[in-house]
């Protein structure tokens, strides 16, 4: 059973950080590209945000966080990570991990306020 659990989100200031975990299980993750999305609102559609091919041989982002996110992964762990620095107020959302299933997490919320 495919399973993704995403943590690592909070409360934050503009300007502050925040590294997001996802564990994923149910399938060989190391021959897996890995991505993170993100949901702005309930019932909004999840935009990409960044993903690793396998090995990392390929790393690619969405144009809003290039430069401040970065995407990396473990695969001894079966988890993708997601260092964001720099966050503002329009990175709020809550955030996901997948590989192309159809099946996602619960996600986690970053909230990033004055």
């Known amino acids: 059973q495919v399973q993704f659990v995403e943590t690592g989100g909070g409360s934050v200031r503009p300007g502050g950080s925040l590294r997001l975990s996802c564990v994923a299980s149910?399938?060989?993750?190391?021959?897996?590209?890995l991505s993170w999305y993100r949901q702005v609102l309930p019932g909004k559609e999840r935009e990409f945000v960044a993903t690793a091919t396998v090995g990392s041989h390929r790393i690619n982002y969405a144009d809003f966080v290039r430069g401040r996110f970065t995407i990396s992964r473990d695969d001894a762990k079966n988890t993708v990570y997601l260092q964001m620095n720099n966050l503002q107020p329009e990175d709020t959302a809550v955030y996901y991990c997948?590989?192309?299933?159809?099946?996602w997490g619960r996600g986690t919320q970053v909230t990033v306020s004055a």
């Open positions: 997948n590989a192309g299933f159809q099946h």
């Open positions: 149910g399938f060989t993750v190391a021959d897996a590209g």
